[in-house]
């Protein structure tokens, strides 16, 4: 950490940063330059935070210099980790070496219309099978979701096509009904920072599907999947779907740059949402491309056998000859990139 | 609402378009364009939304035209409304004829810190006591506050000070426990959109304190109050608090246009948080003057006794003359806007 | 300046960025931590930046810590600038002492509609007129000014009415015909990084209103600034109006932070635009009222005789009762804040 | 266009807008709602902006619905177009069937250094030299490039090279200069709204590289493109760059999503320039990658032969095995999605 002084501190109060700095132990590095004098702080950087350094009289800033989160961070575990996903014998990899496509219904609305959603899904070349039984919806007059029933289909047609099942779960309350029914817990962005629902899922013994929240800084992801990480479970796997920005061509701008990202700081996969990030069906196979090239470990993406009727994010699902493209841009460019499909 | 057919939309799909909507006892009006048609829509606007519109064929945009909430709304309640909290007989007032100072420490930290700074927030004419005892932190290795025991202490200094108690509750699990002990519950802004606890704090029975998610727009934070007005709830106090933009000078940017934009369209009440929106000591009293001057119906601001010792947002609180200068700006400039302080 | 090194820098990546600084005559002072060392610079910032330390290998950061701007800061000019307009003898001062009203139609359409807009604007109590003859307009086929036409009038109408003048700029090649016309020069939002028209203004020998860009920080306003004023020019007033952020709700969103910001940082005065920031007249005047009551130096306000017929922003012009209240919130807050208007 | 009136609009305010409306030649289509009564206005668009409905009494909001440019607009022109650049015979296209490299460095700094960047840039496959010798930098202090001196280098070592050169003109002032020794103009982000600029490049007969500008949306780039169309000129190439987020880990975030967004609006060509998108040089070669599998027609890299040295943007230059990784993957890449690089 880096303290730096206001050009009118005096000598007393660059004093009384350095004692208390010591008082926990650390070491104070002083620098005193022609304008103002910076400090840097050599010890350790949580004892620091107590501290409260930046409401000391004299100090103008602090800059923080090593990364906040730890379990979660590539400096300590370089390798990147693979998640596995499924029963015993049956699972299903994300990570480094492979590229997952996880396809699905937006939400669950009838067996019928979940099964046809799957077989289109595994069809296409999904390994997981997504599904919303609890949907988290701006206004309380939408379809929030069929809820535990939703949940019994979407488990029962899981097990009829042999692909592990991944559903949202949006309240602390429902986690364990979930974790019965679900191979893994996804939490959506509206949730990210939602720490109790983050402590619970990191407790309930199955990988986590943490989203980015729409206004999130990678950083704050990460500090995120730290609080799923700090209950023991470093099952997670991270999904980028857009953020918020002035543009309105697209209902949320991808923001793809944040895959590499992520990669150079974290050792947890990254996957990416093309669907709710553009918001628009014609821009999913593009995206999905973009995805898979710059590196990816794997795709979600929004499919319904009846987008015209679907009760939640009919204009982004894909249908027919938009799958079958997606399926040829998965099979054609992981190669390329050096992943199995 | 107004469905915008493509240049290159058939009359067939046209016909379809008007024809589900007829089909929900609608009326479709066409209007063709030397490009394009226009269909406007009149009925039932929350039947059209079950239609999927912008799902069918030679649909290119749906233009939503009326406002998407109706509790809240303005529209069918023209007079402003007035909440009312604390004890029967003692009850302090938010609304349009009063100016409501709500102050205290960020965080609970202990009985002796919490009746100073309760003693200093209503000697500048705070009329309620805010405090938290379950923090949203984002990192898990920060002070996450005294919880029930903060809850306790809480309770027993608005009694001894005799203001009325707010505070935060971040899960929904814990709203019963927090509706004993405090007189109007705080959703915070990173639970904006964490709608099992607006539909858990609209049970409670208690006047609601809801801040703006800090990436929410206005319409989402008004669709957030009718997640709670459903539950038969319509105290509730908005709270403005900044929002996130590109700006790296101010934590937040103040969108202090919110106040005016949300008494145009809701009658609930709306007050300002300068102390986290600007994240600095020196602009709380800027922005509260110019809160107090925009219309705002009150304002929250942090305070502490000793600010270098804080365990919370020690930056931001207020404490000795910049108090006293609030609390003059407070005296000055409510009369001039027609309120009572 | 600190130099963050990575954690896998060697000692002689480290030797070789001290060399690099001691070789221009500047001090490195190393620090050395558990994960990695940090490097606080103290000498000549302007000699460092040619240093280019971010490029060289080992190096994760470089944070500045001084302010980049000079003659702008308020570092070397503690006492707060005030800015003279107009003709000697009959000069308008903008600075920390008074409020300054500036109103006018946003654009000069025939003499007859600008000279109503003047009595309109001086009745108010606005001591400077305000007209753009040169409109900087998204689409080509929008009205783009009368030009140098627009110029005369304006020139003309200020005369008549007593009032001195201020109208934008936006083409270098235009600044010495504008300059002859105006007693002040506007630099519009669109051409605030347009550094050759900063430069040809800065050697116009006029005051300048500088608006801040729509997606410029405060810094880099400020360092706008700066290229004013390093051409030997600091007759400049900043106007805050608005940046662009995710809310719809207004045309832009006020920063009305940035006032107090700016205050801090720079001695150049600070006024607020609201009819461009909200783009509705029913939020000009609530605006105002906080734009007042933080603590700016002025207001620029667009007036118009009937806005229904604007060529241009008609919809945020002030006319009749709107603009008899926006005159009796200037003269009743500005005493509380301790300003002449 | 659709006019939407306020609830309380008045028969007589319904009748202004319609005859308004008919006696510009247009027709006005009227749908009374249970709670308000929409207008559809049918004829020639370009009339009715003329008519500032929104600044009617009764008027809530007009919602324009087709798009507001024209020669650049892909719906009177739908196929995708190609731009020719370099001298007779020795042209290189910008297109749908083909992948252009643009390489070079970000500033010309002496015929060394260029040349040694104009060589690596051939080497890695580009088609075309890029460099700046006028450079448009927030601080008056930074590097501003050599000028004409730079643009002589430039020729000539685009002539020594055979590469067709492209550069910035930041000045109206030097378009003449800059079009006699540069075969491609280029608009850089910050000027991308300055008008008298965009009207001067397309004024020069030379083809022109339009970069977005950070704040702007898709629409207002087809606009500003619209502007240089206008003069003549529809030889343009638009370069996605980066928009501002709220992100601090990229220098900008790349919108990825603009690329498809922009194709399927526009028939001009589109590239992107990850150098200035991430400004880090580890995201370059993703990000590249991102966008030729998006679809994109080519890139604008930023190469350096000494990076640690550049006088410019020195962090994110490609050399070495970088470079050699970018040609790789366009080599391998491009032909997957259909493309001659």
Not at 161 to 172: H, K, S, W, Y
Not at 199 to 213: C, E, F, S, T
Request: hydrophobic share 45%.
């Amino acid at each position: 950490m880096v303290v730096v002084m206001s050009p009118e501190a005096t000598e007393e109060q660059i004093a009384r940063v350095t004692s208390r700095v010591e008082g926990t132990g650390g070491r104070a590095f002083v620098s005193r330059g022609v304008v103002r004098t910076i400090i840097g702080l050599v010890g350790d950087i949580e004892s620091f935070h107590g501290l409260n350094l930046r409401s000391m009289p004299g100090v103008e800033a602090v800059h923080r210099i090593s990364d906040p989160y730890k379990l979660v961070s590539r400096q300590h575990h370089p390798d990147r980790s693979t998640v596995h996903v499924g029963e015993p014998g049956a699972q299903v990899a994300i990570g480094p070496d492979t590229f997952t496509l996880i396809a699905g219904p937006c939400a669950v609305e009838s067996a019928q219309q979940t099964l046809e959603a799957a077989e289109m899904a595994r069809a296409a070349g999904a390994r997981l099978l997504r599904g919303g039984a609890f949907k988290s919806r701006t206004s309380p007059y939408s379809f929030q979701g069929l809820g535990p029933q939703g949940l019994e289909i979407l488990a029962d047609i899981g097990r009829a096509t042999g692909l592990p099942v991944v559903t949202e779960v949006v309240d602390a309350r429902d986690v364990a009904l979930v974790a019965e029914h679900a191979h893994m817990l996804q939490v959506g962005a509206r949730n990210m920072a939602n720490f109790g629902l983050l402590q619970a899922v990191g407790d309930a013994g199955r990988p986590v599907l943490l989203k980015r929240g729409m206004n999130s800084t990678v950083e704050e992801w990460l500090m995120a999947a730290e609080y799923v990480a700090q209950r023991g479970n470093l099952d997670i796997v991270l999904c980028e779907r857009g953020i918020r920005t002035f543009e309105p061509a697209t209902r949320n701008t991808l923001d793809i740059s944040a895959v590499p990202v992520v990669q150079a700081s974290s050792h947890l996969p990254v996957i990416v949402d093309p669907s709710h990030a553009g918001g628009r069906r014609d821009l999913v196979v593009p995206l999905s491309r973009a995805a898979i090239a710059v590196g990816a470990d794997g795709l979600l993406v929004d499919v319904h056998p009846d987008p015209e009727n679907a009760l939640c994010d009919g204009p982004q699902a894909l249908v027919g000859a938009d799958l079958r493209e997606l399926a040829s841009a998965v099979r054609r460019l992981t190669p390329v990139v050096g992943r199995r499909a």
